[in-house]
């Protein structure tokens, strides 16, 4: 990280955006409307974006890396998961539908899930080193439902999630106007776009942390250490 008169930058960085909406391209999504928010920030501050709208993708339902390894024919997945493990940041945006993600959202949090088993160099479970965040729209409750879902998905996982990494919109309960819509007031919402640049900016800083110390640190938490026998001091109950 770098610091200029206008702020600080973070070139280096990489970023991926994952959109669960279930609106296939190129038909307009709301949330896209809020991803594009957060990623024009990032890019403005150096970082690469990466945006991938998941359900323009085959993606195979199951909890392998590899679901043609399991009776499915196709599975796009294996090529998307090497973007997003190339990435620094990943944020998992979607729509909030009957006040829960997206079916859309839970395939992709279960397809991160299959991955998390794999190793980094450190022999740490994969996703370790990188940071996660989370946005929604909507025009009914449930931001705070669908964050604490997805939040505590990324971080079982191996992300780490900074303070207030979180972001929404949601119009009047009921029908309303959706977040791009004309005169909804989604795009000018003061405390939406405050909670955005907070959880755009946390992301950077955790993520130019992490880099800088070259991940996390690794007593304690290695996976090929403990099966060879180190426990990093905790007390085999069988001799209390």
């Not at 449930?142 to 990494?165: D, E, F, R, T």
């Not at 880099?211 to 007390?235: C, E, L, S």
Request: charged share 20%; proline share 6%; with cysteine.
């Amino acid at each position: 990280m770098t610091s200029t008169p206008e702020g600080p930058r973070f070139d280096g960085l990489s970023a991926v955006f994952i959109n669960a909406t279930l609106k296939r391209s190129p038909e307009p999504s709301h949330t896209d409307g809020l991803v594009n928010a957060s990623a024009d920030l990032m890019r403005s501050r150096g970082v690469q974006v990466d945006v991938i709208r998941a359900v323009d993708h085959d993606i195979a339902s199951g909890v392998y890396p590899d679901m043609t390894e399991h009776g499915w024919a196709t599975d796009e997945w294996p090529q998307l998961s090497e973007r997003i493990m190339a990435a620094d940041i990943l944020v998992l945006a979607g729509p909030i539908w009957l006040g829960d993600n997206s079916s859309e959202m839970k395939k992709v949090i279960e397809r991160l899930y299959s991955n998390s088993g794999e190793l980094n160099a450190a022999g740490q479970y994969a996703y370790y080193g990188k940071v996660g965040g989370a946005l929604f729209t909507g025009n009914e409750d449930g931001i705070k439902h669908c964050a604490m879902n997805v939040l505590y998905s990324m971080q079982h996982v191996g992300y780490l999630i900074p303070p207030q990494a979180d972001a929404g919109w949601i119009g009047e309960a009921g029908p309303g106007p959706s977040y791009l819509d004309e005169g909804s007031g989604g795009p000018q919402n003061d405390f939406t776009n405050r909670n955005t640049t907070f959880m755009t900016y946390n992301l950077m800083h955790a993520a130019a942390m992490l880099k800088a110390a070259g991940g996390m640190p690794t007593y304690g938490n290695v996976r090929t250490a403990w099966d060879d026998g180190t426990h990093f001091g905790f007390a085999n109950p069988e001799y209390r």
